[in-house]
């Protein structure tokens, strides 16, 4: 089972987007037959057959083994990831890009759509898979925020100058600063 499935096919999106089928998705994190599931959901083991059959030609559970009940070859499937996450080309870009200014909020979905596509792109078959998560908040008073984003891309204008060589393993490295809160400001 993969971590995360990205999902880019809109057929894909279409079968997964099914409250009913979202919920066998659910059960067949552990492998489970359609009477299995059925079960839970007290559903006939026809209907939720009918589910796992559109998931399977999506691609999104697969048939992990057989099994043999009362003379009946019976299928035991699983969910083919831990996590779907779905394209924001699904959907497209409406309208026109309208600025790529670093400190604009479409900069920031811009870059969390690469990351997205990045993540979900990575060969998880290698054993050791260098990578670094890093997030934690710090709170910047109003005045002091250009200041404060000044010497935030001074230090990772450094970074990107000490290690942009030729040589060696490519990362990328994204940064996104947002708001979680804020404050009001007394004064107005």
Known sequence: ??????????EQAEALLKPQRVEVLRLLAE???????????DQTPQRVHYHVKRLVEAGLVTQVSERKVRGVHEGLYQAAARAYWLSPALVGRLGLRRTRDELSLGYLVDLAEQVQADVAALDRSRPELPSLGVSGEIRVRPEQR???FAELKTTLQD???????AEGDAFRLAVACYPTHFEENEDE
């Open 1 to 10: 089972m993969r971590d995360v499935l990205y999902l880019e096919e809109i």
């Open 146 to 148: 250009g200041e404060f």
């Open 31 to 41: 492998p489970k037959s359609c009477t299995e599931v059925a079960a839970v959901l």
């Open 159 to 165: 970074l990107f100058s000490r290690y942009g060589g």
